[in-house]
């Protein structure tokens, strides 16, 4: 079974950072692709960044320039550092995968941006 434990997050001013960090359990780390999203109150999800096995990361344009992410194979944890933050980031914040045509989730994690 495939398991998504995301920790992090919470509450900073704008302008502020955080760190959403995502363990994976149950697939081949090395070759799994992983995703970024979150859902902002009344909002429908939406994509944030997916990050190849080699750690290469695609991103939306509201986030390019201001999140990155890493990936850490002895630990199998990909990592969201979010710096620069707005209000409008403010979200719970997935990480996903797929396997076998099945989509996974973490639990979510909040987000808070706001003075």
């Known amino acids: 079974q495939v398991y998504l434990v995301q920790s992090g997050g919470g509450l900073v001013q704008p302008g502020g950072s955080l760190r959403v960090s995502c363990k994976a359990s149950?697939?081949?780390?090395?070759?799994?692709?992983m995703g970024w999203y979150r859902q902002a109150p009344g909002k429908q999800r939406e994509w944030v960044a997916t990050i190849t096995p080699d750690g290469d990361a695609t991103w939306a344009d509201s986030v390019k320039g201001r999140f990155t992410s890493s990936r850490d194979w002895s630990r199998r944890t990909v990592d969201l550092q979010m710096n620069s933050l707005k209000p409008e980031d403010t979200a719970v914040y997935y990480c996903?995968?797929?396997?076998?045509?099945?989509?996974?989730w973490g639990q979510g994690t909040q987000v808070t941006v706001s003075s």
């Open positions: 149950g697939v081949n780390f090395k070759i799994t692709t």
């Open positions: 996903n995968t797929a396997r076998a045509g099945r989509d996974f």
